[in-house]
């Protein structure tokens, strides 16, 4: 493939993450990083010294004239406004997570992208983690039973967001995770937040995720804990597995342990006892893969074959809907908050 037939990727906000994408779509044969947009300028001075073949483009304009598709790596309160901008000129787009803080404006951006016939994928990084497709492969299979619930804990000490609270920044890949992994989407939720670190927004929460079918999600994200923890726990009828993203030689274990209650034979009162099932514990072998990589690879794939990506508006918009039940819940008192449906958002 000549350079002329590559798709041309520009980079918008090259912080933290922003870096991550030059640098792997530097890697990448089958797309040309041309530049990037970014109003930092000691940020712009790093990145030219590490990428001195792109460009360090001043206003949108111009690099929405010279690019194929973006990579949008901005703070989450701007995604809507920049993400708008691209599409309106017709690029395709890769938009980090949150998609957008409000329903209205994640639902604006997918009609858009589909007017404008443009790819519309969200960097919900850990559905690329090879850690997660097998942990989602696991737990489908018959072997597993029936999925009873998931824990998921996410802590450190920050690094603490200026424009969203822990929840927006954190809790939204555990819910990513949860909805892949499970297939399905929470129809309520209730959480607890609180901020210990003098912050004006939630530095620690709790949140429960109820499933249909009685499937339970418990997800703990902090800011305030000096524990770096990064681990999904799916617990069902045979087995509990455990998928700790910090452990590169054993991300995932497989608990051949579990219990189901059964009804006793001679029981006419409908009393149940529980059926306890023991065995081994297995680590099966993950091959090391780069999840950014691999979400990157995924975007050209969607664009170069027009398909539709598995991050994409529809899945990011439902976990809007579930972070905006998760806010309403912690501004009442961790009540149980429904999670509005696309229906009816799309009759408001
Ligand atoms: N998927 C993941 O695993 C993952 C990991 C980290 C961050 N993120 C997401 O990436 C995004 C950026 O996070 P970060 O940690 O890099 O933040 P950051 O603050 O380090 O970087 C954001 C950059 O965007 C620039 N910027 C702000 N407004 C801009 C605008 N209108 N146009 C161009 N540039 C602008 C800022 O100057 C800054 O350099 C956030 O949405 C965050 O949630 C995702």
């Known amino acids: 493939m000549d350079s002329s037939q590559k798709l041309k990727i520009g980079v918008i906000g090259c912080g933290h993450w922003g870096m991550n994408y030059l640098r792997v779509f530097s890697e990448i044969r089958e797309s040309q990083l041309i530049g990037l947009l970014e109003p930092d300028a000691p940020r712009v001075a790093m990145a030219l010294e590490r990428f001195p073949a792109i460009r360090a483009y001043r206003e949108m304009g111009a690099l929405l004239a010279e690019a194929d598709a973006v990579v949008v790596a901005t703070p989450a309160a701007t995604h809507y406004a920049v993400a708008c901008q691209v599409l309106e000129a017709g690029k395709h787009l890769l938009v980090e997570k949150p998609i957008t803080l409000e329903v209205g404006e994640a639902e604006a951006l997918v009609a858009l992208a589909q007017a404008r016939k443009c790819v519309l994928m969200v960097g ?43 929840v927006w920044d954190l809790a939204t890949h555990d819910i990513s995770i949860a909805n892949f992994v499970l297939g399905d989407e929470p129809v309520s939720v209730s959480a607890v937040g609180a901020r210990f670190l003098g912050n004006a927004r939630e530095d620690v929460a709790f949140i429960t995720l109820h499933y249909p079918n009685n499937v339970l999600c418990n997800i703990h994200v902090s800011w305030a804990d000096p524990n770096k923890v990064r681990r999904v726990t799916v617990v069902g009828s045979n087995q509990r597995i455990v998928f700790d993203d910090l452990d590169s030689l054993e991300p995932i274990r497989i608990f051949e342990k579990g219990v189901v209650p059964v009804q006793a034979e001679v029981d006419s009162f409908g009393e149940f006892k529980l059926l306890m099932r023991d065995g081994a514990i297995r680590s099966p072998k993950i091959e090391a893969s780069e999840p950014l990589k691999n979400l990157c690879a995924h975007f050209l794939k969607c664009v170069a074959l027009g398909q539709t990506p598995l991050t994409d508006g529809r899945h990011a918009v439902g976990i809007i809907r579930i972070l905006k039940a998760i806010e309403r819940s912690i501004q009442n008192g961790s009540a149980a908050e429904p999670v509005e449906s696309p229906a009816a958002s799309h009759a408001r």
């Open 124 to 166: 919900h990084t850990f559905l690329f983690n090879a850690g997660v497709t097998a942990l989602k492969h696991y737990v489908e299979s018959a072997e597993f039973g029936k999925a009873y619930y998931i824990h998921a804990t996410r802590t450190n000490l920050g690094p603490i967001r200026k424009d969203v609270n822990a």
